[in-house]
């Protein structure tokens, strides 16, 4: 099987999970410790950069590599990530924007 069909059995997992308990309990299973904390960080990372956090600020902030906000700041102009939300008032009180 191609890397492609693992792929899309991974997004059809995610879409048949129904619950938040479930959610946690399959990444939990799935992820290792060091996916389970750099993962979020990508999270956060498009949350700021939809705000307007400067991208050296953000590395600086959430302690990651200038390359891995980078990344995300094209994966957001691309339009891939147009679904996730941020509230401002939230990333305010994090950060000082």
Do not use: C, W
């Not at 792929?7 to 990444?27: G, N, Y």
């Amino acid at each position: 099987m191609s890397s492609k069909v693992f792929f899309d059995e991974l997004v059809e997992e995610f879409l048949r999970i129904d619950s938040l308990e479930d959610m946690v309990d399959f990444l939990y299973g799935i992820l290792t410790p060091s996916e389970i904390a750099e993962i979020p960080k990508r999270l956060q990372i498009i949350k700021l950069l939809k705000a307007g956090v400067p991208q050296k600020e953000i590395a600086s902030r959430l302690r990651v590599g200038i390359a891995t906000v980078t990344r995300g700041s094209k994966e957001v102009k691309r339009g891939r990530l147009r679904n996730i939300k941020y509230q401002i008032s939230k990333i305010k009180n994090k950060f000082k924007v």
